[in-house]
């Protein structure tokens, strides 16, 4: 992830919307290449051989991560009529992030016709109230054991409908590759993540350097953007349009 000497740097920027970024980065690519043929040429300082050789390797670290993302919404398409609802009698009318019942792919799930997600019992929570039952007091009154006798079959039941949804919705996203899909998006999110760090802390000693980096970090935001929009987006606009209309100056007087 970008460090916070670049966020300070970007703050302040006029806002740019999304068409202008792509825009925008479309000459960067232009500025570059103009750029890198004046350093060839011996008219220009030669950017970090590195910053460029890990720029490079930009467009492959995100299409794999966005082909990760694709395989994941094919399986999640592939499997979404085959995937149970959690049952009844596990379920709460009101969930949140949290408890909120999920669909194959982890994300929350709104049943049709209802307005909001509701709330799955935790399989866990539901062992630790069997697990933690005691014996009432010896002149508890009939009327409180069979309340708790009601309580504590209800609990037993629950508690085995849960384990059996968790090991069918384990299963389903087992044989499905969906485990194996989201570790593979994981990985590709991070080796991104750790390429776009890497850009960052290198040296840049031209404005080509200027240009990769802020590419790299419009790349990375606009990958995660696909799925997990991040005000990190905003800044990474701002980023590339400043250095760009630094690129379009030094252009424009030469």
Same mark, same amino acid.
């Given at each position: 992830?970008?460090?916070?000497? #670049? ?31 004046? =350093? #060839? ?7 970090n051989p590195e910053l ?70 935790? #399989? ?35 508690l085995k409908i849960g ?73 990474a606009a701002q980023l590339?349009? =400043? ?12």
């Amino acid at each position: 992830m970008p460090n916070t000497s #670049v966020w300070a740097a970007a703050e302040g920027l006029p806002a740019i919307n999304r068409r202008r970024m792509l825009l925008g980065l479309a000459a960067a690519s232009t500025a570059a290449a103009a750029v890198t043929a004046t =350093s #060839v040429a011996g008219c220009a300082p030669v950017e970090n051989p590195e910053l460029v050789r890990l720029g490079n390797q930009l467009p492959d670290a995100s299409a794999e991560y966005l082909a990760a993302l694709e395989e994941i919404e094919w399986i999640a398409a592939e499997w979404k009529h085959r995937w149970p609802l959690a049952p009844d009698e596990i379920t709460w009318p009101r969930g949140d992030y949290t408890d909120g019942e999920r669909d194959i792919a982890g994300r929350l799930l709104k049943r049709p016709g209802e307005e909001r997600v509701r709330c799955v019992r935790d #399989v866990r929570n539901l062992a630790a109230i069997v697990a933690t039952d005691r014996p009432l007091r010896h002149n508890a009154s009939e009327a409180m054991r069979a309340r708790r006798a009601h309580w504590l079959a209800r609990a037993k039941r629950e508690l085995k409908i849960g384990k059996a949804y968790q090991a069918q919705t384990a299963r389903l996203r087992d044989i499905s590759g969906m485990d194996l899909a989201k570790a593979r998006a994981a990985a590709a999110k991070k080796s991104l993540s750790d390429l776009v760090t890497a850009i960052m802390e290198q040296p840049g000693t031209t404005m080509e350097g200027m240009l990769i980096k802020a590419q790299a970090v419009t790349t990375f935001n606009k990958a995660i953007a696909r799925k997990y929009p991040l005000d990190g987006e905003i800044w990474a606009a701002q980023l590339a349009a =400043s250095v760009l209309q630094l690129a379009s100056g030094e252009r424009a007087s030469s």
